[in-house]
């Protein structure tokens, strides 16, 4: 009967610690040659088409300010970032790149809803215009 309770034991502490790490989101890594990618677009130029590309694509989880805070972002596990902080703004146009396009968990993949490549490259551009 003892070995029977400490297995329970056992059980009902190794869910409780698989559950919360599986809240704690892993850390994003962004392959290198992905990290070192230039934008080939010129911020200044057709920063109107990312902002419209953001607003169909990205608004409704990012909220209209990129605060993580849109309509859709209750639906989303993960933590959708704060685009207007140091840390998120830090980052480089290859990795904001990446993250936009290739995606992971909750993050959609964008291949194919946007499979123009320099259309993400101006959502880029569009979310350096969301900083502090």
């Known amino acids: 009967m003892k070995t029977i309770k400490t297995l329970v034991l056992i059980g009902i502490v190794s869910f409780a610690l698989y559950s919360f790490t599986s809240m704690v989101q892993e850390e994003w890594k962004v392959p290198e040659k992905y990290e070192k990618m230039k934008n080939p677009t010129d911020p200044s130029v057709d920063l109107d088409i990312g902002k419209s590309l953001y607003n169909k694509h990205c608004k409704s989880c990012h909220g209209k300010e990129g605060y993580g805070d ?17 840390e998120f703004q830090a980052q480089s146009d290859g990795a904001l790149f990446y993250k936009s396009y290739i995606g992971r968990d909750d993050m959609p ?22 900083k502090e």
């Open 70 to 86: 849109g309509t859709k972002a209750d639906e989303v596990e993960g933590d959708l970032g704060d685009f207007s902080t140091a």
């Open 109 to 130: 993949n964008y291949e194919k809803k946007m499979p123009d490549e320099e259309d993400v490259w101006l959502v880029v551009n569009y979310m350096r215009t969301l």
